[in-house]
């Protein structure tokens, strides 16, 4: 766009007879060429470009999981379990069979042109196919870790269709108004303070977002952290700015769970919170300093005592919400750079702690938590 303008502005200046003089030498140095090499020149460039294009847009960066980690579905739900669903990125489903709840409910997906230059706004047949397929109309309650676009973003659209209560920021609860969501079924979260929802008890927990260690990525995704108006999609990604993060514990008679789904920590933040299983975002943490990947390790899985960790927000923000997961498109390469540190990093604490279990869910399907 920026060109463009230019280009207009320097015609306007009368320069553009400049212009016009460099081109008509330039076509005269090429007609002084012969023709044939000029044509195979033109494709090698040509081919150079289809194949970066191809290499940063249609291939994926690897999956910093290990395969072998995966579990199914369940066949028999057990009356009285409480079960978890997965969509993918950090969109999950908690039900008990009385109560169920969900977690940021993000079912829209973007190219990565459209994430980086265009605008967006929540899909509306994404999101009701999504809530099709974790076999879902009614909702509790669903909380946007964040205000980012792949947290937040469709959640008062769930809301509207779920009855639930869309909890979360401040920021989050811009987003609910910009949708025209109902400003009593739009709550704020109370650093802290723990809401009973039928049998489960959630607490949201002030935290840190993931710390991009790029400074111009952090810059345009974490500074100016404030949505202070009503935001009226289609806008563009990061116009979705961060807002508070949460972490969420979770109280249940049968078990606690903690999540946190950005890899960020603030240092002593979830003392006091164990848990028995903690669900674990690792997106981008490949990317850090070994020193923050063990600040964050001791942060959140070793403060909540935990040996159980299930793996999140490590699959493609681009990619397809069916089938199999993904890893990022190598275009959007500050979240997709990284994974092999991140593997290694969960392989070397498996193999510190035999009682150590990590586990990555299935798109969908039902798996008994407890
Ligand atoms: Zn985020």
């Not at 076999?135 to 009855?163: C, N, Q, W, Y």
């Not at 850090?288 to 070793?302: C, F, G, I, L, P």
Request: glycine share 10%.
């Amino acid at each position: 766009m920026p060109h463009y303008t230019e280009a207009l502005a320097r015609s306007a200046d009368g320069s553009f007879d400049t212009s016009k003089l460099r081109m008509r030498r330039a076509s005269a140095t090429l007609r002084c060429m012969s023709k044939r090499p000029l044509l195979a020149s033109l494709g090698f460039i040509l081919l150079g470009f289809g194949a970066a294009a191809v290499y940063f847009l249609a291939t994926f960066a690897p999956v910093p999981v290990d395969p072998a980690w995966a579990v199914e579905g369940d066949a028999t739900i057990p009356p009285g379990s409480v079960t978890v669903r997965f969509t993918g990125t950090s969109t999950l489903l908690f039900d008990d069979g009385e109560t169920a709840w969900m977690v940021d409910g993000w079912f829209s997906r973007f190219g990565p042109l459209a994430l980086l230059g265009g605008k967006i706004a929540p899909d509306r047949s994404a999101i009701e196919a999504g809530l099709a397929r974790n076999e879902v109309d009614r909702l509790a309650v669903v909380i946007p870790v964040h205000s980012h676009f792949d947290h937040a973003m469709d959640a008062p659209e769930v809301a509207k269709r779920t009855g639930a209560i869309l909890l979360g920021s401040e920021s989050t609860a811009n987003i609910g108004r910009g949708w025209g969501l109902d400003e009593r079924r739009i709550r704020v979260a109370v650093d802290r303070q723990p809401l009973r929802f039928g049998a489960f008890t959630l607490t949201l927990i002030e935290t840190k977002h993931f710390e991009f260690p790029d400074p111009a990525v952090r810059e345009q995704a974490l500074a100016d952290p404030r949505i202070s108006e009503p935001l009226v999609p289609p806008v563009g990604a990061f116009d979705y700015r961060v807002g508070q993060p949460y972490a969420i514990h979770v109280l249940h008679p049968h078990g606690s769970f903690l999540i946190q789904a950005s890899a960020g920590y603030q240092e002593g933040g979830l003392a006091g919170f164990a848990a028995d299983v903690v669900f674990l975002g690792i997106g981008g943490l490949g990317t850090q300093t070994a020193d923050y990947r063990e600040s964050y390790w001791r942060e959140t899985v070793d403060t909540s005592g935990a040996h159980d960790v299930v793996l999140i927000h490590w699959d493609a923000l681009t990619g397809p919400i069916e089938g199999p997961f993904t890893g990022e498109v190598r275009a959007a390469s500050f979240l997709s750079s990284g994974s092999e540190e991140t593997r290694t990093f969960l392989e070397e604490k498996r193999a510190r702690d035999p009682q150590l279990r990590f586990r990555t869910l299935p798109r969908y399907d039902e798996v008994v938590l407890f």
